[in-house]
């Protein structure tokens, strides 16, 4: 059962992995190493994703077995929470303040525009579900916890 586990954890790896090259390749092609949030954007991929897949597929998880790391994970997002806040504020400040439009000068006004916006969208979309989820994700490891202590009462 565990083995079955373990290969589904390194199916959803995979399945992150793709979904970020995915969600990263139309930067990547246009802008090439002219991007600065290289790493906060994958970080918020990283995160959403798997802190996702924590929340609604636990009992599908090796984790779930494995009350210290459950511990863990109750605390674990308190840093996440800060780092979460700061990229995003970077990403936020470097936008009202340079604009998007900076790095993107050497693309025709159109493709400007239009990546402009997804780059935009993009970070919005993963940063949130960052974040939602991460907020989340302690109560549903006190919820798992409290399972597993008491289980058998009613």
Do not use: C
Request: glycine residues 4%.
């Amino acid at each position: 059962m565990i083995g079955k586990k373990i290969i589904l954890e390194f199916v959803w790896w995979i399945v992150t992995v793709v979904i970020a090259i995915a969600a990263m390749l139309p930067i990547y092609s246009k802008l090439g190493a002219n991007y600065p949030f290289y790493k906060s954007n994958l970080a918020f991929i990283i995160i959403a994703i798997t802190f996702i897949r924590y929340i609604f597929l636990l009992k599908h998880h090796w984790v779930s077995a494995a009350k210290w790391i459950k511990v863990i994970f109750v605390f674990l997002p308190i840093p996440i929470f800060f780092y979460l806040i700061d990229a995003f504020y970077e990403f936020q400040a470097y936008s009202d303040e340079v604009g998007l439009g900076a790095m993107l000068t050497e693309l025709k006004y159109p493709d400007q525009s239009s990546l402009g916006k997804y780059i935009r969208a993009e970070m919005i979309l993963f940063w949130s579900a960052a974040f939602l989820s991460n907020a989340f994700m302690p109560f549903r490891m006190i919820i798992s916890l409290w399972r597993e202590i008491n289980k058998g009462t009613h």
